[in-house]
């Protein structure tokens, strides 16, 4: 009994070749490939057969029994770079440049999360939405808004 990881599979039609991480080259009937459950970047502890073909003198040899050691290589992950870091879209970490959503301006997400709050709390008539969107906004104005604003009205 020997131990091998696989490094590649190459199918063929009744005999595959499995390649390990040495560079060994075994053989495993293809049919009993999906049987004996053989992957790629596995660890198994197999057992084989070796077989004279011809009269050259070439010998080739057969897996007959493959055990599992490992669960397989863990995800290539590519190497660490200062600054080339992006969060996925959509993530909370995501700009809204990155992430496809729109800019919003802090007075526009105030005024949003009052209306907000407004109409959760059945505090908002429907027909004078706009005259409370007008007072949620200039209760922003007269707290953050622009002095400059302030004085040319």
Known sequence: MSTITVAAIEPKPKRSIIVTTEGRRLGC????????????????????????????????????????????????????????YRPPPGSALASPATSGAPFRTPEQMFVEGVITAYIGNGRCDPEKLTDIIGFVRRAWNSHWGEPQREAAE
């Open 29 to 84: 009937w293809t049919d009993k490939l999906d049987k004996l459950g053989i992957e790629a970047g596995v660890t198994y502890n197999v057992e084989t057969v070796d077989t004279p073909v011809g009269d050259g003198g070439t010998i080739l040899t057969n897996i007959t029994t493959a055990r599992r050691i490992t669960m397989g290589l863990p995800e290539a992950r590519p190497s660490f770079r200062s600054g080339v």
